[in-house]
């Protein structure tokens, strides 16, 4: 069946950098587009970014575009989000989703129909 593990959240200062890593198993990983959302305390879901299945388009929410970069390695089925300038305000769990298809969207919509346990990111002095 279909795994997603996210791994890479941590306590980090304002202005600092981490990376997450979503490794997948369960399924064609090269052939499915890739998300990021998170969640903040007491929020609902906030979509960060996407990646289609070949790694030739990215999208980002406002909010973290020019922080945040979404990249994959298909040969290691995994998805990446490397933070970097995080701001207090990032501090949330981070989920990685799978598309059921190769397209990413450009204002996280659609359709996920997996998703990861998540990992905590808290952005903190």
């Known amino acids: 069946q279909v795994q997603l593990v996210e791994s890479g959240g941590g306590l980090v200062q304002p202005g600092g950098s981490l990376r997450l890593s979503c490794a997948a198993s369960?399924?064609?990983?090269?052939?499915?587009?890739m998300t990021w959302v998170r969640q903040a305390p007491g929020k609902g879901l906030e979509w960060v970014s996407d990646?289609?299945?070949?790694?030739?388009?990215?999208y980002y929410a406002d909010s973290v575009k020019g922080r945040f970069t979404i990249s994959r390695d298909n040969a290691k089925n995994t998805v990446y989000l490397q933070m970097d300038s995080l701001k207090p305000e990032d501090t949330a769990v981070y989920f990685c989703?799978?598309?059921?298809?190769?397209?990413?969207?450009?204002?996280?919509?659609?359709?996920?129909?997996?998703w990861g346990q998540g990992t905590q990111v808290t952005v903190s002095s």
């Open positions: 369960g399924f064609t990983f090269s052939s499915y587009a």
């Open positions: 989703a799978k598309r059921p298809t190769k397209y990413g969207s450009s204002k996280g919509q659609g359709q996920y129909d997996s």
């Open positions: 990646i289609s299945s070949a790694s030739g388009s990215t």
